[in-house]
C-alpha cells in the first residue's frame, strides 16, 4: 500500500477522502463543531467536487467525493482568480491542485474556530489529508457502505443508522441537503437495495 497522503488528485475521479486529529486527538467535541465542519464542506467543497456521503467521529472523518471536470476546475480557477494562490504552472496541474487547496481551506478555517473555542494553540487536524481513489462501482458501494458503518465500526453506537453525522438517513430519506445522494442512490438501484447492502456489517475495505 502507498502513501494515500501524497496520491494526486484528478480531475473527474471518485475519491474516498478521509483524515484524523494529530495523533488521534479529538477534533470534534460538540455537535456545534460537527455542523460548523459540515458547513465549510459546503461552502468550500462543492465548487469543486461532488459530496456523496459522510461520517462525522470524535478523532477523525470520512467523505466520498468526486472531484469537477476538468474544464469547469479550470473555469473557476479564473472566476476566483485562483492561479497565483494556488500555483504559478498552468493547465491540469493547477486543476490538480484547487481541489487540495480548498480542502486545506476547510481545515484552516475548522482548527482556527476550534482552537479558539478550546483555548489551545498549534495544528490539529493531520496534513497533507488522505485520500483513495475508486476505480470501480463495486469498490464505490463498499466504500458508502464501509463509511455509514464506521460509528458502529468504531463501537460509538450499536447501530450506525441512528448515528446522527453521517449521510445514512439523509440518502434514505431523500433529504434535501448538499449532497449528490441521488446518484447514490442509483448505484444501489433503489432505497430497498440501499438498506439490505447495508445490513451486513463489514470492516473489509482495502486502503
Request: proline share 2%; net charge neutral.
Amino acid at each position: 500500500m502507498g502513501d494515500t497522503r501524497i496520491t494526486s488528485l484528478e480531475p473527474d475521479k471518485y475519491y474516498h477522502i478521509y483524515n484524523r486529529g494529530i495523533n488521534g486527538a479529538t477534533i470534534f467535541k460538540t455537535d456545534r463543531n460537527k455542523d460548523f465542519f459540515l458547513q465549510k464542506v459546503e461552502q468550500l467543497l462543492l465548487p469543486v467536487c461532488d459530496v456523496y456521503c459522510y461520517c462525522l467521529l470524535s478523532n477523525h472523518f470520512h467523505l466520498l467525493v468526486k472531484i469537477k471536470p476538468e474544464n469547469e476546475l479550470n473555469s473557476l480557477v479564473k472566476v476566483l482568480n485562483l492561479d497565483k494562490a494556488i500555483n504559478t504552472e498552468k493547465g491540469l496541474h493547477a486543476t490538480r491542485n484547487i481541489f487540495s487547496k480548498q480542502f486545506s481551506r476547510v481545515f484552516n478555517s475548522y482548527s482556527q474556530a476550534f482552537n479558539r473555542e478550546n483555548s489551545r494553540h498549534g495544528a490539529l487536524i493531520e496534513s497533507p489529508f488522505r485520500r483513495k481513489e475508486i476505480i470501480s462501482e463495486d469498490y464505490l458501494r463498499k466504500v458508502i457502505i464501509y463509511i455509514h458503518q464506521n460509528p458502529q465500526l468504531h463501537l460509538l453506537t450499536d447501530d450506525f443508522r441512528k448515528f446522527k453525522y453521517s449521510s445514512y438517513q439523509n440518502i434514505v430519506n431523500n433529504d434535501t441537503t448538499f449532497l449528490s445522494s441521488g446518484e447514490v442512490m442509483e448505484w444501489f438501484d433503489n432505497t430497498e437495495n440501499f438498506i439490505s447492502c447495508h445490513d451486513k456489517i463489514t470492516d473489509e475495505i482495502e486502503f
